[in-house]
């Protein structure tokens, strides 16, 4: 064989391989429309009070009030990329008198942004009253969170007269994301 | 930008083979490079030159779990149901890999004791990232479905390694019937990532006795990526020039980075005309990372139940949240030296030689016995990785057409698959060489369903003494 045909097979071995490769049947498109969805389950602000935290409100009624911060409502993720937010609150009630729950998401500039409203019925010691309440913040109501830096829970009792026993929060948020 | 970068992992990852197993130049001795995967190897030619940057071009990716057809098939499918899908078929244990070879110089000549010698140079990168599984899911799903689970960060691991390699060998003609060899190594480091060792869990548990609904625990946490020669390249990215840039890796390729030291041995052994046994132990070396190192570290144990308040409290209760966060999971950026060990690979092989080559000899070289035109045989291929040797088995048949013209043909089987075919043709005019050898070749009518591919070419000229 003579070192040109040799050569030519080579040539041709080398096309061949090269031609002959390809990708097929996919669509490297699709990497636009990858989502990363990850749902959040989180624990949010837990606390129990007695008749000592209660202060004198409007009429015959008596507050609790407290807040905090929420910083991460202001980080990137959550601006950019949460889409709805379900928030769980779990209330156990042993004072002898109907409550409410007063629950804001207030903005750096102290806007209310959402509230959200819960009765508590009357309970007693031996027979606590449980409340499972759960908010969903969907995509159209989602830049309320979004705006939001705070969370404040107010407690109303109606019967101040009924000291004994106490309320009971727990609290959770699942978060739901896409990341594009 | 999170779609990008998973775009790129995906892509890696369906790219990427057991990339260093060079099966088809293994035991191929009419090509130097035979030299470069066993330093006792017996060569056909009494001196080489390298075309420089073109004696050997080398690329070779593999994907343990899955390739890119199973991500990106058109089939009018979900791209994210795939992902997801897949996602829970890989386990820790798969891995993504990429190597690719560049040699820059190359030369080797036979004195008259039938020794060969050989020096030069060659550029290398070389990454294996295993499947970060828990991590993946977590980031992918959240762990809103996972309660009770352990999201275990050993899971993720991976080193990656750019440096250049400046070596000196020779081949020692001890018999007829046995050669052996050595090769010096200096690794001229231009990045070094690592990180293996990683440990921890994340974990959110239903807390019936707790104060909330659940308890989230960061526990024994400590998870380390180690680089060098990153840093400079990320301080210095805004203020300087592409040259100055290039300047600067090209001083660390040549000696001006991080150095380390490393060799290769392997021998030849014919037990009667017909049969041969080699072997070769390629890498046991190390690298020293001291300069332009950076590490970055993540430790601590934490626990917590949320957000408890007062009535009233201080309402700080974010930033003592916050506080007692950072003093129980600590970040920390070091520059401490550290040693990395280079991959090391082993070779082994028999064949049976047959069809006698009857052609004159050369007496400068080892070659006092019977040539057969067809060799018949087996290799077995090993690379110490992370977590474990990484194995793959070849059968090849090799055959010389003529003095010009010489094909290999391969079936591998290793960690990618067992449909792994591979040719390798060589071919000489006068004193040039050509040759092109790549595996994988059932795939390469559709490469989107390759779990690895991998294609060596080079030319140089090779001179016998007659």
């Known amino acids: 064989m003579s070192l040109k045909k040799t050569l030519s097979k080579i040539a041709f071995l080398t096309i061949l391989l090269v031609f002959s490769s390809c990708v097929k049947d996919v669509d490297l498109d699709q990497a636009e429309d990858i989502v990363l969805t990850p749902e959040a389950a989180i624990d949010l602000v837990y606390f129990t009070i007695t008749s000592e935290d209660f202060a004198p409100g409007p009429g015959v009624v008596e507050t609790a009030r407290d807040e905090t911060r929420l910083d991460f409502l202001d980080d990137d993720y959550i601006q950019n990329s949460l889409v709805q937010a379900d928030f769980n609150f779990r209330f156990t009630n042993t004072f002898e008198s109907p409550l409410t729950a007063t629950i ?5 500039g102290n806007a209310v942004q959402h509230t959200i409203i819960i009765p508590v019925p009357q309970g007693s010691i031996g027979s606590p009253a449980t409340v499972d309440f759960t908010e969903i913040i969907n995509e159209n109501q989602i830049n309320r969170v979004r705006r939001s830096i705070k969370v404040s829970v ?3 009792r109606h019967e101040p007269l009924a000291i004994a026993g106490s309320l009971q929060l727990e609290s959770k948020g ?3 994301f896409e990341f594009e | 930008m999170m779609r990008i970068i998973f775009f790129l992992l995906i ?9 260093q197993n060079k099966q088809l130049l293994y035991n191929f001795d009419d090509l130097p490079q035979t030299l470069l995967l066993n330093p006792g190897a017996e060569t056909n030619f009494d001196m080489h030159f390298g075309v420089p940057f073109f004696s050997q071009i080398h690329l070779s990716a593999g994907s343990s779990g899955v390739n ?6 058109d089939d009018g499918g979900s791209i994210n149901d795939r992902i997801k899908e897949s996602l829970h078929k890989l386990s820790r244990n798969d891995f993504f890999t990429l190597n690719q070879q560049l040699e820059i110089f190359s030369i080797g000549w036979r004195d008259n004791k039938k020794r060969y010698y050989t020096a030069g140079v060659y550029q290398e990168m070389d990454a294996i990232v295993y499947f970060p599984k ?4 977590l980031a992918f799903e959240g762990n809103k479905d996972h309660i009770g689970k352990n999201f275990d960060f050993s899971d993720a691991a991976f080193t990656a390694d750019v440096l250049n390699v400046f070596h000196i060998g020779f081949t020692n003609y001890y018999s007829k019937d046995l050669n052996y060899g050595f090769r010096g190594k200096i690794y001229s480091g231009v990045f070094n990532a690592h990180s293996v060792d990683n440990q921890g869990i994340f974990r959110t548990e239903l807390s019936p006795e707790g104060p909330n609904l659940y308890r989230h625990y960061m526990s024994n946490v400590d998870v ?4 060098a020669g990153w840093a400079d390249l990320q301080d210095s990215k805004d203020d300087i020039s592409n040259r100055e840039l290039m300047s600067n890796l090209v001083k660390k390729a040549f000696l001006g980075g991080n150095i380390g030291l490393g060799l290769d041995a392997g021998f030849t052994w014919y037990p009667s005309d017909q049969y041969r046994v080699t072997g070769s132990i390629l890498d046991i070396g190390f690298m020293r990372q001291s300069k332009n190192v950076e590490n970055y570290r ?3 144990d934490y626990q917590t139940d949320g957000i408890e308040l007062l009535f009233p409290g201080t309402r700080e209760y974010w930033d003592e949240w916050e506080d007692d966060l950072d003093r129980n999971l600590k970040d920390e950026t070091l520059t401490n030296s550290y040693t990395t060990w280079r991959p090391v690979k082993l070779n082994a092989s028999i064949d049976y030689g047959f069809s006698e080559n009857a052609e004159p000899c050369n007496c400068y070289r080892p070659m006092g016995r019977r040539r057969y035109f067809n060799h018949l045989g087996a290799q077995f291929f090993a690379i110490k990785r992370p977590r474990g040797l990484n194995y793959a088995t070849t059968i090849y048949y090799d055959k010389t057409f003529n003095e010009n013209l010489r094909g290999k043909i391969t079936y591998t089987a290793d960690s990618f698959s067992f449909s792994n075919i591979g040719l390798l043709v060589s071919t000489r005019l006068s004193n040039f060489n050509v040759y092109l050898a790549a595996d994988n070749l059932l795939d390469y009518t559709n490469l989107a369903k390759a779990q690895n591919a991998s294609i060596q070419i080079g030319f140089q000229l090779m001179f016998s003494r007659e």
């Open chain 1, 104 to 108: 804001n998401f207030v903005s750096p």
């Open chain 2, 298 to 300: 993540y430790y601590g």
């Open chain 2, 11 to 19: 892509l890696t990852l369906s790219m990427a083979a057991t990339a």
């Open chain 1, 174 to 176: 699942f978060y739901y």
């Open chain 2, 134 to 137: 828990d991590p993946a899911v």
């Open chain 1, 154 to 156: 107010e407690i109303t």
């Open chain 2, 224 to 227: 380390l990526i180690k680089t």
């Open chain 2, 68 to 73: 890119m057809f199973d991500i990106f098939k």
